[in-house]
């Protein structure tokens, strides 16, 4: 037997969506992960509720790499359907542990078979019948336990955990994992290398939040007060959190009154009007969505821009064009957002990389939006919003909201009528606005998507238009300086860089580890939002060739990045791109990078 | 001018707003100046105000009336949106929202259903002119099956009624008025202010450039002929106290949530504004004779509106703080050791 | 008095819109170019009915310039709300007729006036009260035509051929015209250097055009059969020409059978949802818009690109963002359409520079949506689509359609099964369709905007994505090759070339001839289409600056055409732009070119 | 498996689809059924078939019927839209669109009223569970006043009736049924397909997954608890003769325009189908009382349908050619000569 692979392994699970797999895989992360180890899962489902093949990817390594990975150590072959194909992403030397009643001959014979008659231990060992299709899952993380090595501790603290709300649940749940645990040590011996330990040092006070979750305490804690949404995968579970969180955290327990409003609107132009209407009178308000919602809201959008509205709108990105694959990942709307509406409207775009950046920036989006009194775009995605993910504890905010250029019925009557709701008095691009209400004669204001002069009057003057035009040109030229600024990771001898965003991040950590070990150390600068700042001009100019790395096909970021760049540095600008819908792994970077870096310039 | 001062020490020139950009004669500006006498009789505080519309020369008329009050002009036909979304930042306005007819029954049918069975506090006025008149004349979904176009062209379709569609979805005000009748449609936008609920109120408002000649049914020579109303309506506001001076069963007393009245005087046979099914007859009725059926049809002021259904608090929610909005500190870190 | 100004000026008529001037300018307009002078009309109007400024810009130069001019000659003040300020716009030594009652003191000297007292001479000499607010228009057509000299059988020829519908208004009109004339021969010698006088040569056989006149000719005559369509300006009057000429020449006058439906839908959404709808059932459909419309349709263009789906789509651009300046003109969602709908959605753009091409290209939009089966937009403007335009007769087609891949029952027989519905059999990324109603059984296929295989079958697989993906990446690439060539005119000796495209055209042609004449020739290449053809790289090539020319305020095409360039090419692109609604007038190119050429690089 | 062929020499299997990937006992999977058995009766040719859907559940259920048949699955909310453009492509294609309610009362509310308002010719079946099943059991807009989701959280809204909108619209084929009630859904489904016009067809089809609880108004308990159907409803296609058993007074036959025949037998009170208000009180009384009314509720023969109205030629549009469309060389000469 070849030596012992610890803690690093990659486990798959192959199962049948709305059987309960996903309850298992779950006590199984959380299991590991109470051994003190890192874990990245990644739940690749189908668009579909019930019957249909799903996958879980649960990887575990003593570094914490969070990066899809691109094989698969240990097999659990639930599912016939995909079961032919499920083998053959098995690594030499890997393990399958599947039901017996799946046929392996003239197939794999590098792979160690754990082969387990689930079925018939399910019959046989589960007495309730309604539960039994749901707690047949709970046998393979059983056996999986035994094959790897897990504690009954550990299980039984990923049970308590899972069943938090339904306590009772726990004991039918330990019994079916320990028919699985029974049934590896009655009949299986070790052969494989792959083998668990506990390790300390890492994960201590790491917890584990998908970044809808992460998203949705972040807009609580910015303040938001009106949530207008419609439902679409992968974005309903934010608002969905954001109704639980804001029930728990929002609600007076004396009078049941709700701080907040969060309308299921009849569709996303719906949507995103309420919530327009809602910052125009004042409230912090959002709206959260997908592609083809991004879609349905460039009107509205266009209206946010030009009527200076301040709004946060989270789309979390799937694969399209058009419904696509809803329930696979892709960065392929950050393009179309910047631009989001007809004539020449440009947007705010935030790009969280990481699920504590994801609360971080719902939570300043909003600050964002009332100081630049503009939508605000949060790009997230499927990989980021829908995935646990470790991460250390957010932390509490330490700023007041700010609430950007409003004036007071006292500022109005200091300014006796010194103003103008469109004047650029502090020459940054943004002007003072009033709220509805302000009881002050000088307060009240017409706001139009039309044209309107610098004391929002209408008009159809040829330079009053061209005026105002310039003036948010301006305005988005302030934010620019003011947005999260990129993160730089340089070596001094790198001559090669990586420009990266969003849940590009952890295979582009993973993918610098294996070149710098291959002995091909790369820079690496994260966007973290558009307008793109000034330090992507800085970093390229510092390093020979800059591969821009994205999961999209048309290279969205490349093309921004290179219309940023002076001429004479667009020459060194790469494009790397990855886009099946699959999260990004590290070999899809490193290895079109040291194609190209092997081709001379 | 009148120098009068309402109840809130206003004179009636300051509900007016910026001269009309409209065409001389156009139904619309009839409306707006309804709009400016109602308010003013209210005695509406222009801060509290918002003036709520979309897109078309009816939608531009906001700026038209009580111009120190906030407005906005949105995008066609999605005028129910942004008022949800304004009503839902600050309770204490007072929406109001002024629509077309294209603006309502076309691009924004959805919107306009969806709001009425939220039932939202707002008052919504359709001035219904049968056609788009800013985009010049084409047919509108409420033009009559059998209209005529000013260039000819005769409309083929079934009109959609918002009046009826509101009715079907169980809207708790729903009214419909001609511009040329102040006498009615003053008390009936002063009702619908007062009512607290999504209130429609569907005004025929005659385009005198595109759509008020022979042949039209929303023409003023069609509607003044044509024109039935079920009750004379009258609006006595909770700062005046009621004095029915009628002999019994001639009229019918309606009070409102705020403790104004609206008070019915039968005409013809007797309507019962609280029966919704009568309302659809009426309709009906109408349509099948050929009438312009006015008045106010419908009215339910048992049913909860919106923000009281979701418990929001009187205070506006813009208003709110950190300190009200954000957890505390332990409950912060207490809730992120829950996903450990 | 200065020497004579012959067939070169600039007239604008400064009146209220709904008044009735809109035919007295058409009458003067063809009244002029009956003498054989070309005309160069703008209107420019407010997004109102009735009541505001309205102004007609009628330029005549021998030369039959085009674009719009930046100064007035002869100023014709109908509209007291803006005099004063109309009467700057005049040039020195130009001439201003203007109602008496307006005062001139302590106003401009060097300008020659001609009051006239208009309203009087309406009520004295027009008997008719419900056509004098009308007429009261033509009499300052008579006067115009006194001062410049315009014969009466021209102005005959312009009132008949005004009200060829009603000529029993003929006379009315020309009494009223006589009025005017008679006016200026009682009252006032000429005392300014501008005349009017008949040509030869340069008129004959052409025709005088509004773009979206052009644009429905061309719809019918590339065989649509579907419209759909919603009211907005400036697109609205391309559907209702359509409708008129359906009226005419698609009528069955035996049966009274329309050989096409012209929808008006309930939106913009609706619209292009039914044009994709009638697409996919095999007709040649439409739909025709504006920018707000543009953004309601970014969905739909979403699953007509990515199921394919043939449709035209014309966009008739007004200056935004949001509602914008309705009745102002712009090439502003040029950046936008290309990549209309959230995912990686690249579309087929169509860049028409004259009304000819309005007529050309809407008739050829069908075969290439057939030939590329995806959505082909056709970015027009207000001011080519609603100005009227000399231009050569269109040439009747010599093409039949090009229907495109589409199989046959015979077809389908020969192929014995072998047919998939995505396949990219001749490896240009057009795969063959059927449609429904194909009378074979494996003709049908399941059309979604969901992932799909080769054969049209649900797909979430990886592969099959990314596959379908490329393919269609193909498929532009196939069609970048066979759209409209960019039209390049090049002088052996120039360094410097201009981009330009759409209705920029006319103001290039002037400044090209004023730059030569300042001995900076300039040479030139139109874009006709995106994506960008291989032209566009070889003609940067060839010049040490290029300068891209274009109506919008972010340099939309100037992006583009930097992205579609090498790296050591890119510095040599420049970007000029005007963004104010207006026309762009040749001066609006000269003057920053000529800034820009002055700083050294 | 039947081999028994239809009248198109088809067996029962022609009509089969993809296998379902809809969970286990869905209300979709029945109506899907349903529809097998009623095309394969009719002997519709499967290439003059066109399915058309929005998104959801429901929406998929056009790849599991008539795999050889042309399908299209759209958008959420917009199959009216492109079934509307597909007709006008080819008269001579069946438009069958099947849509959800979120599909339909929410997101596509517009575009359902207009196709009606149009009477564009298609069938559209609503397979309505009250709630959005592919995005996991939020409420829809058809989710009944009180109605319990799920995890527990109650409906505070008024529901949108498709049919009563419909009815409202003056649809010319409105009908309300049960998915688990075949003997009444099957002749529903060929009298919608037979009938030329817009045939509105809402089928309660309960969401095992999401809306099968207590509390839920769409579950099959309440639904076989609470189902009244108005009449016995039998559909004779026109290929067959009609032969009527039945004792005078106790049925109602109505002729199509394809000569096909409803004959709709006598339950309780009789309802007469061309009485559009009739129908209206029915569903008003029906919801007064808490039934669930199901049947053939209105249905007008008259109205034109959209293309007729248009004066389309029979001939599908598609089919013309240059010769057809383009008007002659000399025509062309003369037309551009009009404007110089
Ligand atoms: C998305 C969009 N589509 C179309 C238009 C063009 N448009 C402006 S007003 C209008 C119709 C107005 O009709 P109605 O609401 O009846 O108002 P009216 O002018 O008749 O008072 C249309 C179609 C627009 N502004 N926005
Ligand atoms: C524009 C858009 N918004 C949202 C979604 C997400 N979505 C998919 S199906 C669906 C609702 C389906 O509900 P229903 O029509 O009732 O179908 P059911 O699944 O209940 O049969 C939604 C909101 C989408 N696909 N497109
Ligand atoms: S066009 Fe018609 S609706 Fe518009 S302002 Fe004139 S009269 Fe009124
Ligand atoms: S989720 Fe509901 S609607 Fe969707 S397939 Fe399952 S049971 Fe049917
Ligand atoms: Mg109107
Ligand atoms: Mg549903």
Redesign the interface.
């Known amino acids: 037997m070849t030596e012992q692979i610890i803690n690093d392994l990659t486990i798959q699970a192959a199962t049948v969506n709305g059987s309960g797999s996903q309850t298992a895989n779950l006590v199984l992360t959380r299991a590991i992960f109470h051994m003190g180890i890192p874990v990245a899962p990644k739940n690749v489902f189908p668009s579909n509720i019930e019957g249909l093949p799903t996958w879980y990817q649960l990887r575990v390594t003593p570094e914490g790499h969070m990066a899809r990975s691109d094989k698969v150590d240990v097999l659990i072959a639930f599912n016939v359907a995909t079961w032919q194909a499920d083998l053959k992403t098995v690594r030499p030397g890997g393990a399958v542990i599947h039901e017996e009643a799946f046929s392996t001959n003239e197939t794999r014979t590098d792979v160690t078979y754990y082969p387990v008659p689930f079925s018939k231990l399910a019959k046989a060992k589960i007495q309730s019948d309604t539960l039994r299709k749901q707690l047949a899952n709970m046998i393979y993380v059983g056996v999986v336990a035994g094959q790897l090595g897990i504690p009954m501790e550990a299980l039984e603290h990923g049970v308590r955990r899972q069943f938090l709300a339904k306590p009772k649940a726990v004991q039918v749940n330990l019994d079916a994992i320990k028919v699985g645990h029974d049934y590896w040590q009655d009949n299986f011996s070790k052969k494989d290398p792959y083998r668990l330990e506990p390790m300390t040092g890492v994960v201590e006070g790491k917890v584990l939040v998908e970044g809808n979750q992460a998203a949705a305490l972040g807009a609580l804690m910015g303040g938001v007060t009106v949530a207008a949404w419609y439902p679409i995968t992968p974005s309903s579970s934010l608002c969905e959190n954001l109704i639980a969180y804001a029930d728990r955290f929002r609600t007076d327990s004396a009078t049941g009154e709700k701080r907040i409003s969060v309308v299921q609107a009849e569709d996303e132009l719906a949507a995103l009007g309420m919530a327009i209407g809602a910052g125009w009178a004042g409230a912090r308000s959002m709206t959260s969505t997908s592609g083809p919602g991004i879609s349905l809201m460039a009107e509205f959008a266009g209206l946010g821009y030009y009527a200076e509205i301040p709004v946060v709108i989270f789309d979390i990105q799937r694969i399209g064009p058009s419904t696509g694959l809803p329930t696979r990942t892709s960065q392929g709307d950050v393009g179309f957002a910047y631009t989001l509406s007809h004539g020449d409207t440009k947007h705010i775009v935030l790009l969280p990389g990481t699920v504590e950046e994801c609360y971080e920036f719902a939570r300043d989006a909003f600050d964002y939006a009332d100081r630049f009194q503009t939508p605000i775009f949060v790009l997230s995605d499927l990989d980021l919003g829908m995935n646990l993910w470790m991460t250390p504890e957010f932390k509490y905010p330490d700023k007041p909201f700010d609430r950007g250029k409003v004036l007071s019925k006292a500022d109005l009557d200091r300014l006796a009528g010194e103003w103008g709701r469109y004047r650029d008095v502090d020459a940054d691009g943004i002007a003072y606005r009033t709220l509805p209400g302000t009881d002050h004669p000088a307060a009240g204001f017409f706001t139009r998507g039309s044209g309107h002069d610098e004391q929002a009057r209408y008009t159809e003057s040829a330079e009053a238009y061209a005026r105002n035009m310039e003036r948010l040109s301006r305005k988005l030229e302030t934010a620019r300086h003011e947005l999260p600024a990129p993160i730089v990771d340089e070596s001094p001898q790198a001559s090669i860089g990586l420009i990266a965003f969003g849940s590009t991040h952890p295979a582009v950590i993973e993918a610098r580890e294996t070149l710098a070990a291959a002995g091909k150390p790369v820079d690496y600068l994260r966007l973290r939002a558009l307008p793109l700042a000034d330090e992507v001009l800085t970093f390229v100019s510092r390093h020979e060739h800059v591969y821009v790395v994205e999961q999209n096909r048309d290279g969205q970021v490349y093309d921004l990045v290179r219309l940023a760049l002076p001429a004479e540095l667009v020459g060194r600008v790469r494009s790397i791109r990855h886009y099946n819908g699959q999260p990004i792994p590290a070999v899809a970077i490193t290895e079109p990078l040291l194609q190209l870096e092997a081709v001379p310039a | 001018m009148s120098t009068t001062l309402n109840r809130v020490g206003l004179p009636r020139d300051a509900y007016k707003g ?1 001269a009309t ?4 004669g156009c139904g619309h500006n009839s409306i707006t100046n309804h709009m400016i006498k109602a308010l003013y009789e209210l005695g509406v ?4 105000l ?3 519309s979309g ?1 078309g ?1 009816s939608s531009k008329t ?2 038209y009336f ?13 005028m ?11 309770r ?2 007072i929406m109001l929202g002024v629509s077309g007819d294209g603006d309502t029954a ?6 306009f ?2 709001m009425i ?2 039932n939202i506090d707002c008052t919504y006025i359709i001035e219904d002119n049968g056609t ?5 004349g ?2 509108s ?1 409420t033009a009559d099956l059998g209209s005529v176009q000013k260039k000819g062209a005769v409309n ?3 009109p ?2 918002p009046c ?2 509101a009715l ?3 809207c708790s005000f729903v009214a419909r008025s001609f511009s040329g009748d102040g006498k009615q449609v003053v008390p009936l936008i002063k009702a619908a202010l007062a009512h607290r609920g999504t209130a429609i109120l569907d005004i025929i408002s005659p385009c005198v ?1 595109f759509n008020d000649h022979d042949g039209s049914t929303k023409s003023y020579s069609w509607v003044k002929d044509h024109e039935e109303s079920i009750a004379d309506v009258s609006f006595i506001p909770f700062f005046e106290e009621v004095h029915v001076d009628y002999e019994p069963g001639t009229i019918r007393d309606v009070q409102l949530h705020d403790g104004s009245h609206i008070v019915l005087k039968k005409l013809g046979e007797d309507h019962d504004p609280s029966d919704r ?1 009568a309302a ?2 009426v309709l ?1 009725e109408g349509r099948a004779a050929g009438h312009l059926v006015t008045g106010l049809l419908y009215l339910d002021t048992a049913m909860e509106d919106f ?1 009281t ?5 009187e205070r ?7 300190a ?4 505390s ?1 332990d ?3 207490q ?6």
């Open positions: 910026a950009t409209l065409c001389a505080e222009p801060h509290r918002a003036k709520m897109i020369c906001p700026a009580v111009e120190t009050a906030h407005g906005f002009n949105g995008v066609h036909g999605r129910p949106a942004l008022t949800t979304g304004a009503h839902l930042a600050n204490q306005m076309s691009i924004g049918l959805g919107q259903m969806h069975r939220r788009y008149g800013l985009t010049k084409q047919f979904a083929t379709f079934q959609i009624d009826a569609v079907t979805l169980g450039t099914r659809m007859r009906e923000a259904t979701e418990r929001l608090p506006p929610l813009k208003d709110f703080g950190e009200d909005l954000r957890m500190r409950d912060f870190h809730f992120m050791s829950e996903f450990a």
